[in-house]
């Protein structure tokens, strides 16, 4: 497997692979709970909503507002 995978990797990915293969780094505990964590504030993140003011003259106004319907 990590034969087809070095064909297709950069070298940078290659070192993160051999890292990974190493035991360089180790798994969290806990990693259902830090998911959930994670994927709440991106959802959060994704759903956040901003508050704009703009000025329209009455005719652009009227126009949206024309549009829309």
């Known amino acids: 497997m990590k034969e087809i995978l ?3 990797l ?3 990915e290659m070192e993160i692979l051999d890292d990974l293969e ?3 780094y180790k798994q969290w505990d806990n990693v259902a709970k830090e998911k959930m ?3 709440e504030v991106a959802k959060d993140y994704v759903n956040k909503k901003a ?3 703009i000025r329209l003259s009455r005719q ?3 126009k949206i ?3 829309k319907c």
């Open 10 to 12: 950069d070298r940078e």
């Open 22 to 24: 190493s035991g360089k």
């Open 60 to 62: 652009d106004l009227f």
């Open 6 to 8: 070095e064909q297709e």
């Open 65 to 67: 507002k024309k549009e």
């Open 51 to 53: 508050q704009i003011s």
């Open 37 to 39: 964590m994670f994927q």
